[in-house]
């Protein structure tokens, strides 16, 4: 707890004030919550417990953004907003350890998880430093028992996390890190860039915020894993979805689920007599609410929304895609929904990486302007096309090294193998790395 409470004071050491009050909150929360026989004050407690997180997580990120529109609706209405705007940098990890803390007291309310009586394995909790800033966020009966576990040193657990680590590392260095140098310059000017120069940007900020969070994510479990701790999965190859559905089971899985358990089927299972119209309303309101999740602005909740219009499409569509299948071969079906699932996230994670709404509608137009004009899109882009192949085959060996073929005529060529494996990365790093101090993108949320 003592290594947890020095990471997160680095960046701004009196925000560990911030933390401590909700840690405090929400460890008597969970007491009390389970020692009352009353129903209604077990939802007192929980209330307050989700009050002191929500407002918390309100102000420092969403009250400047609500001010601004407050303030932009004053005055087509006629009056003057009086509140001031807050000059404060937004707490690093913010969304993501304030969901972990109100899955705790959610959990215990709901009787899925008796409440931790130790309070420095519960700060522990909420603050465990490998995925603080950003995830995964973690359902208390994943982590909390591990805390209670002795831990031992063990070769086999220590060389899997260091090799998960260097892949995090690869992916965010190599790759993310070297896209975004293009990809910020069209963003940062889209008004200087068109036709194929904006739509590369596109193509490649896919790549980019891919490996940029799954690499975190890696780096992440990996470091706990060395401790002896393992964290859930929060990746699961998402770029061959098939569906908007599956992809949301398969990036961003903590917080997909969380919001599954904990906001859209409640709303689904209060409004089921409304029958269809009740997961309709749930997807608009639960997409939504992790367009604001992502950033305080109109743009994030344009992207929300776009993945609840996709998702009701599917939802209202799906027998008729299903008939589909089954009408088109396989060879044929699998890979176009392949291919229009990724064409969706392209056009999505416009309004996503924009920097306002105007930006984003210049990006799509300027796509589609001066085509023919390819002078400096591929010619000197073309290593970075050159990485994202050598990612993607790398990517497909990491899926599949579990699997590989490891004997030749009785050689066990498993350890030649994962050498040879490990060192290309550890090359492609050293080589290829932007060591320039670029944050994760997702610290930002």
Known sequence: MIASCFFYMFFKPEYILILAFTIVVDYFAGILIAAAADPALRKQYLLLSLIANIGTLAVFKYYNFLNYNITGLGSLLGFNNQLPYLKMLLPIGLSFHTFQAMSYTIEVYRGNFKPERHFGIYALYVMFYPQLVAGPIERPQNILPQFHEKKYFNYDR????LKLM???????????????????????TPDAHHGFQVIIAVFFFAFQIYCDFSGYTDIARGAARVMGFELMKNFDYPFTSKSITEYWRRWHIS?????????????VINKRDWGKASVVFALFVTFFISGLWHGAG??????????????????????????????????IYGPLS????FLFLL????????????DAFTIIKNSLIDLKNTTGAFYDKRYHFLLIL?????????????????SFYGMNLKPALQLSYYSILFWFIIIWGVFDNKSFIYFQF
């Open 158 to 161: 220590v060389i899997s996390g």
């Open 166 to 188: 260097l892949y995090g590392f690869f992916k965010k260095i190599v790759i993310s890190d070297r896209l975004s140098i293009y990809v910020d310059s069209v963003y940062k």
């Open 255 to 267: 917080l997909s689920t969380w919001f599954n358990d904990y906001l859209f089927t409640p709303i």
């Open 298 to 331: 109109w743009t994030f909740i344009v992207w929300g929304l776009l993945h609840a219009v996709a998702s009701t499409y599917e939802f209202l569509t799906k027998k008729f895609r299903i008939k589909m299948s089954k009408t088109i071969p396989a060879s």
């Open 338 to 341: 392949v291919g229009l699932v």
């Open 347 to 358: 056009f999505s994670w416009i309004f996503f990486r924009a920097n306002n709404i105007q």
């Open 390 to 406: 050598c990612f993607i085959l790398l990517e497909s060996i990491w899926r599949k090294k579990d699997e590989l073929k490891t």
